[in-house]
């Protein structure tokens, strides 16, 4: 499991926690109902991979998705922005939620891409980068102030209302480093457990190491997915576990502790491994549910007649960004303002958009069925 050594936090002398490097000795269990929930996994893993590459343009789902996520992960810290608050922020429109909030939530996107374009660049999946990561996420807000990219100097706790009534106390800050390396060469070994094991025990690691001030739980779930990808499991990142953890906060927090105090890694496995059927076959199914809504909906506008062609092209700039301004929606789409205008109109007619400022001059209109396939899954409309 590791080791307890005194430290300080805050002028109080506590137990901190070193972990064990991984992976854990002795080796996991693999029970034939273990076994089989890997391979239940894998196959929905499989199936993800299969329909992300099978999509017509697998970047409108891979927005979306990535934009999902980082509401939902937010969330988790205590945020209340919607995907509505962020794509509007994204519009440079004020959203319906405080400012931090939604920061805090375009900073996750901003780190989340920054990730996904170092990997495919064939930057390896490593400390600096875990780093970048964390620099891309407390950029501006409220963590702005907290060391972003940084290993902490001092020492952290988890829960209670003081360093003496802790949860948990991760390790010295002298430690960090070391246990961070250790980490590392997990991360690399190739003769290690397969992508997944080797996920959901990094995962783990990492949060008991909590190697900064602020933004471990965000960080700590962007590597599931990397590591993932990074290992050739999924072409893409899209695997994001953040909704089952925030729908079963109470487990995951007692399934981590679990492995702290007692080593019980198998029952975070068999937690960890449901969470990942769940999930990837929750995102095949909103891809599908996506794919059939852009079908009818395109099917709707086709008996326009002449204003079919030009309320084709800002319904199809509208599947890439959902809310959106005339004037954007022309830009993307070639048209004049005039032009799209009068598509919006249609679409409008149509109920396939809606206007969502009340104003009569620079309106937003949103594509509703989009948003609410999305909200469908965990709420993040």
């Known amino acids: 499991m590791g080791e307890w050594r005194p430290s300080v936090a805050a002028g109080e002398t506590v137990r901190a926690f070193i972990p064990a490097p991984l992976p854990p000795t002795p080796p996991l269990m693999f029970d034939s109902p273990r076994q089989q929930r890997l391979e239940q996994a894998l196959l929905a893993l499989g199936r993800l991979d299969a329909i992300a590459a099978l999509l017509p343009e697998p970047d409108i789902f891979l927005y979306a998705y990535v934009r999902q996520e980082a509401v939902l992960s937010s969330q988790i810290e205590g945020t209340q922005s919607t995907l509505s608050d962020l794509l509007l922020f994204e519009l440079d429109e004020a959203p319906g939620v405080p400012f931090d909030d939604v920061v805090e939530v375009s900073n ?3 780190a989340l891409e920054h990730g996904m374009a170092r990997l495919a660049q064939g930057f390896p999946l490593c400390n600096r980068l875990i780093r970048e990561l964390h620099e891309k996420l407390l950029a501006r807000g409220r963590g702005a102030g907290k060391a972003p990219g940084e290993f902490r100097s001092t020492q952290n706790w988890i829960g209670g209302t003081r360093p003496g009534n802790a949860l948990f106390v991760p390790p010295p800050p002298q430690e960090v480093e070391r246990c961070m390396g250790e980490l590392e060469r997990f991360l690399h070994d190739t003769a290690g457990p397969g992508a997944l094991i080797k996920a959901a025990l990094a995962h783990v690691q990492f949060e008991t190491i909590h190697p900064f001030l602020d933004g471990n739980g965000r960080v700590g779930r962007l590597l599931i997915a990397f590591i993932l ?9 899209l ?8 729908q079963h906060r109470a487990e995951y927090y007692r399934q ?10 198998e029952a975070w496995l068999d937690f960890f491994l449901e969470g990942v059927t769940v999930t990837a076959q929750d995102a095949v199914e909103t891809a599908h549910r996506l794919l059939a809504l ?13 204003a079919a062609a030009n309320a084709l092209r800002i319904f199809d700039a509208l599947r890439h960004r959902p809310v959106a301004n005339i004037k954007r929606l022309a830009a993307q789409a070639g048209v004049s303002f005039t032009t799209a205008a009068r598509a919006v109109q249609a679409l409008q007619t149509l109920g396939i958009v809606r206007e969502i400022t009340g104003r009569a001059r620079e309106r937003v209109f949103v594509y509703g069925g989009y948003l609410d396939v999305l909200g469908k899954v965990g709420g993040a409309g």
């Open 239 to 246: 695997l994001y576990l953040s909704l089952f953890f925030k």
């Open 256 to 265: 981590l502790d679990a492995v702290r105090f007692t080593g019980d890694w």
């Open 229 to 237: 990808h990074h290992e050739g499991v999924l072409r893409q990142p």
């Open 294 to 306: 852009f079908a009818a909906d395109r099917a709707r506008i086709l008996p326009l007649g002449r």
């Open 108 to 110: 996750y996107v901003a």
